[in-house]
């Protein structure tokens, strides 16, 4: 016999005859959801002392590499890959492993989230596919620090859950750092302009880091001094 789980394969440790069927033991479990196949082939062309036959001894057709239908059932609860809001802010997205059960979500209380140290309420909760998406009472804001926490009604599988099509629940999740990819949108505003102590250079402040690969030319400056205009001769964002 030659046994494959999911293309590799597996040593057959063992094999009893049960009336009509053939059962094989393998040196290791076969996990839901993997592809089997198994193949046989007979001995000889002829009929073997050793083969699979009827109590006539005629001998069994070789079977080519066979498919076979995989009953070993799901007991493996969803695992968090990512968690990440939309680009608009308006939503948490956590991505699991597998399809969680659309049917039968879990309720919005069942989930914390907190924006820069602060609670936002979860109003909504939707499954889609591998993905919970969580809508949120207020916008995440670019650069805020987001956080995401689930709790799992109780211990065992609930009705509603955090869960995979089998009902296995996925665990209590402890404060998680969120990926925050709202795009920045809003423009650097000046907050404050000096000159050096010598008098050679002004200094614009502004709210934010400047593109200091991307400076703007000298001419997109107008600088007067006792009403007459002095030329700018460089740019530099530091």
Known sequence: FTVRVD?????VTNVAIVGSSVLLTLASNVPHGAAVSVAYADATTGNDDSAIQDMAGNDAASLADTSV??????????????AATSSDGATLVLDYNEALDAAHPPPVTAFQVT???????VSGVAIDGSRAVLTLDAPVAH??????AY???????DANALQDA??????DLAATAVSNLVADSTPPAL???VTSADGLTLVLGYSEALDAANPPAATSFVVTVNGIAVQV??????
């Open 151 to 157: 709790f799992d009604p109780s211990a065992a599988n």
């Open 69 to 82: 239908a995989n009953l070993v059932a799901d007991t493996a609860p969803p695992l968090l890959l990512s």
């Open 166 to 171: 089998a009902g296995n629940d996925a665990a």
């Open 7 to 11: 293309g590799a394969q597996v040593p």
């Open 143 to 148: 650069g805020a620090a987001v956080t995401i």
């Open 233 to 238: 001769t460089g740019v530099a964002l530091a």
């Open 115 to 121: 924006v820069n140290g602060t609670v936002v309420q």
């Open 191 to 193: 907050v404050s302009a």
